[in-house]
T-cell receptor
Framework: DTAVSQTPKYLVTQMGNDKSIKCEQN?????MYWYKQDSKKFLKIMFS???????INETVPNRFSPKSPDKAHLNLHINSLELGDSAVYFC????????????FGSGTQLSVL | RKEVEQDPGPFNVPEGATVAFNCTYS??????FFWYRQDCRKEPKLLMS???SGNEDGRFTAQLNRASQYISLLIRDSKLSDSATYLC???????????FGKGTMLLVSP
C-alpha cells in the first residue's frame, strides 16, 4: 500500500532513445510533481500539476513532457535522451494548502549511456 | 547568492553528540520553512516545519531568524539512525513549489 509509487526504479538506456516514468499516488492528493536530483544531489522542481492541470513548468527542455490522465497519476515522457539527463527523478504529491508537505516516491535512477 | 545555502558536510559525530546545521535563504519574502531528511539512495521525507517561535520535536529543535534569513536544526543525543542528509527547504508565499538546499550529510559513528 505504497503511498507514492513510481516505476521503474532503475532505467538504463542509450542516448537518443525515448523513455517514460510512471507515477501513481493513493493518498487522495490533488497536486503532483516531478523533481530531478542530479549527481550533486541538488533537488529541483521540474513540473507541478494540480487536478490534472499544469501549474508549474520550470525551465526544462521540451524533450520532457509530463502527462496527467487523472489526479492520481503523473507520468513523465522523455524524448531523445541525452547524457545530461542522467539523474534520479522523484515523483511527489501533496494536498492543496499543504504544498510544503510533500510525499515522495522512491525515485527512478535514470542512466543514459 | 544561491537561494538556499547550507553548511557543507559531511558532519562526523559520535553517538550522543549534539550537532547543529545552519541554513540561509536569499529571498526575504519567503514564508515557510522546513527540514527534510534524505537517507542514502532514498527519497526525501519531511522531518519538521520551522516556526518563527522555534519548535521542538523530541531530540530535534528547529529555529528561524527572519531578520538574518537564517534557519537552524539542532539534534541532541545523536543516534546512529540519524545518519542521513538534512535538506533545508523554503517556500515563497503564493508559490506552490519548494526550494531545496543541497543538503548537509550527517554521519553518526559508534
Amino acid at each position: 500500500d505504497t503511498a507514492v509509487s513510481q516505476t521503474p526504479k532503475y532505467l538504463v538506456t542509450q542516448m537518443g532513445n525515448d523513455k517514460s516514468i510512471k507515477c501513481e499516488q493513493n493518498l487522495g492528493h490533488d497536486t503532483m510533481y516531478w523533481y530531478k536530483q542530479d549527481s550533486k544531489k541538488f533537488l529541483k522542481i521540474m513540473f507541478s500539476y494540480n487536478n490534472k492541470e499544469l501549474i508549474i513548468n520550470e525551465t526544462v527542455p521540451n524533450r520532457f513532457s509530463p502527462k496527467s490522465p487523472d489526479k492520481a497519476h503523473l507520468n513523465l515522457h522523455i524524448n531523445s535522451l541525452e547524457l545530461g539527463d542522467s539523474a534520479v527523478y522523484f515523483c511527489a504529491s501533496s494536498s492543496t494548502g499543504e504544498g510544503e508537505k510533500l510525499f515522495f516516491g522512491s525515485g527512478t535512477q535514470l542512466s543514459v549511456l | 547568492r544561491k537561494e538556499v545555502e547550507q553548511d557543507p558536510g559531511p558532519f562526523n559525530v559520535p553517538e550522543g553528540a549534539t550537532v547543529a546545521f545552519n541554513c540561509t535563504y536569499s529571498n526575504s519574502a519567503s514564508q515557510s520553512f522546513f527540514w527534510y531528511r534524505q537517507d542514502c539512495r532514498k527519497e526525501p521525507k519531511l522531518l519538521m516545519s520551522v516556526y518563527s517561535s522555534g519548535n521542538e520535536d523530541g531530540r530535534f529543535t528547529a529555529q528561524l531568524n527572519r531578520a538574518s534569513q537564517y534557519i537552524s536544526l539542532l539534534i541532541r543525543d545523536s543516534k546512529l539512525s540519524d545518519s542521513a542528509t538534512y535538506l533545508c527547504v523554503v517556500n515563497l508565499s503564493g508559490y506552490s513549489t519548494l526550494t531545496f538546499g543541497k543538503g548537509t550529510m550527517l554521519l553518526v559513528s559508534p
